[in-house]
């Protein structure tokens, strides 16, 4: 294999793969990419066995077809220290790595690709089609509630849910969950249901774009996220998700209608007193104002008053303040509509299409 190619191109790309790549696999493979030359392109695959990515670049100087797998971490390092402008790489017999850089050159040992695992194909299956900048909206929206216990395998992923024409996600951590959906252009005629692994979500948010569209394959337990020129293909989680419907509380009547900005400024100045034996921030709701209050033993406290539109009784309730600014800073919206019952039951905040259901903290 020969090939030419601007240090940017490939840099960029090399950077998305890092983080597929595990270092303390037991297979060495895994710690390499692959580079391949197919046509006039260069194809890039980074895989863990359980999420794989796939980037073609467009090339125009492919001197000679080939391909080699080499330790990721180390080109990487290796295209980021080298000057800017025009690489060679060449691939020798014995599987070495020759790479010029105008007066400088380095040599890597690669693998024959043939010790590489191959990615699964997805050919003759339902392709759903969505706007990345929807995808990347309602993926915000959620992430956050995704449980990171590992002895509730289950809930360390994603629910999505697609039917007809609608696409919904889910999220939970057993304290708080998130629901979002939205109508799709085009209907399908089955109905998709599939738990999508955390570390999938984050790599599809980081490589999601405010335009264009990704093309969801769904094949036998993997799902694959065509984005144009990356693929992102993964193992879906196993499982039943829970029954999300049941905990979502009926609207209350008297909503508290608040500034978003300015409650979450209030909760972020109440936080800096949490520490995780004194988690639970105060809420107090009384007529057009709500009071936020800190008290944290040894440390100190704090209070402070936001107008708001409220009309019912008064209610205290404890909350983790982070479950709430989680899902503040990503709603963009002027005004939030807060529904409380009591300081027993959970907070409900609802926004087109989106519901997000956080669990009340005991307080003192």
Excluded at 49 to 65: K, S, T, V, Y
Excluded at 132 to 146: G, M, R, S, V
Excluded at 247 to 272: E, T
Aim: charged share 25%; net charge neutral; hydrophobic share 40%.
């Amino acid at each position: 294999m020969k090939i030419q190619i601007f240090k940017e191109d490939l840099l960029n790309n090399l950077q998305i793969m890092q983080n597929i790549v595990s270092l303390k696999n037991t297979l060495p493979i895994l710690s390499n990419i692959l580079i391949e030359t197919e046509n006039n392109n260069i194809k890039l695959v980074a895989t863990d066995l359980d999420i794989g990515i796939l980037i073609n670049i467009p090339a125009n100087n492919i001197q000679e077809q080939g391909a080699i797998t080499v330790p990721a971490k180390k080109i990487f390092e290796i295209i980021r220290d080298l000057p800017e402008g025009n690489i060679d790489i060449t691939v020798k017999k014995n599987n070495s790595v020759i790479i010029d850089s105008q007066k400088c050159q380095f040599k890597l040992m690669g693998l024959p690709k043939d010790e590489f695992p191959k990615l699964p194909e997805f050919k003759d299956k339902k392709v759903v089609s969505v706007e990345q900048k929807t995808l990347k909206e309602l993926l915000n929206l959620t992430y956050f509630a995704i449980s990171h216990d590992e002895t509730r395998y289950v809930l360390n992923g994603m629910l999505v849910e697609i039917k007809q024409d609608m696409l919904k996600m889910v999220a939970t951590d057993g304290r708080r969950l998130a629901v979002v959906e939205r109508k799709l252009n085009a209907s399908i005629n089955q109905e998709i249901k599939m738990i999508i692994p955390v570390k999938t979500i984050q790599e599809l948010m980081r490589n999601l774009k405010d335009e264009g569209v990704v093309s969801i394959v769904l094949g036998f337990n993997q799902v694959m996220f065509d984005l144009s020129n990356l693929l992102i293909i993964s193992r879906l989680i196993e499982g039943e998700f829970p029954n999300y419907q049941q905990v979502i509380p009926q609207a209350v009547d008297n909503k508290i209608k608040v500034g978003r900005d300015v409650f979450m400024a209030a909760l972020k100045r109440a936080s800096l007193l949490y520490t995780p034996d004194y988690q639970a921030v105060k809420i107090e709701v009384f007529k057009n104002k709500i009071v936020v209050s800190k008290s944290t033993p040894d440390i100190g406290e704090s209070r402070e008053e936001i107008g708001v539109e409220y009309g019912g009784r008064e209610i205290v309730v404890g909350f983790n303040p982070n479950y709430l600014i989680d899902v503040l800073k990503n709603l963009k919206t002027e005004d939030i509509i807060l529904e409380l019952s009591d300081g027993e039951k959970p907070g409900v905040i609802r926004h087109n299409g989106y519901v997000y259901v956080v669990l009340p903290m005991r307080l003192g």
